[in-house]
């Protein structure tokens, strides 16, 4: 084992206007070095935790992470779609990073900006929220 890699949920930024676009996934990749046998990466910084729940049936409106949240799913299927159809599936075990934002002053796009989430099947979600530092007050 020399490397663990996690999903991140991004948002595009074009360099000349200075606009937030699409959002879109992509991978973070973390070493693990080898402490006899303990694999394990070096220290990562979070603000604070939340535990959520959701029902069957829960779906979100477009929206945005806002801050960079690190989300474990401890039981049910999240489903995160973007603006383009592509969509991934977390179940209990898989964990993303959600740091989707808008740049400071922008607006947020209904036609544009975001992702959903879903709740697929029929078993609730219960999740972890670690987020991993504030920005929120960028847009």
């Avoid at 663990?4 to 200075?18: E, F, K, Q």
């Avoid at 991978?27 to 603000?47: C, E, K, M, P």
């Avoid at 960079?68 to 383009?84: D, E, F, K, Q, S």
């Amino acid at each position: 084992m020399s490397d663990i890699s996690i999903p991140v949920l991004n948002a595009t930024l074009n360099t000349n206007t200075g606009q937030t676009g699409l959002s879109f996934f992509s991978d973070i990749v973390y070493s693990l070095t080898d402490y006899n046998g303990l694999f394990i990466t070096d220290r990562q910084n979070a603000l604070n935790f939340r535990h959520r729940m959701s029902e069957p049936g829960y779906f979100s409106a477009w929206h945005i992470a806002g801050d960079p949240t690190l989300i474990i799913v401890r039981t049910g299927t999240l489903r995160i779609t973007l603006r383009n159809g592509e969509y991934r599936d977390f179940s209990a075990g898989d964990m993303f990073i959600a740091q989707d934002h808008l740049q400071v002053g922008e607006v947020f796009d209904n036609k544009i900006h975001g992702h959903t989430a879903e709740l697929v099947g029929d078993q609730p979600l219960c999740a972890v929220h670690i987020k991993l530092a504030e920005i929120s007050a960028r847009g």
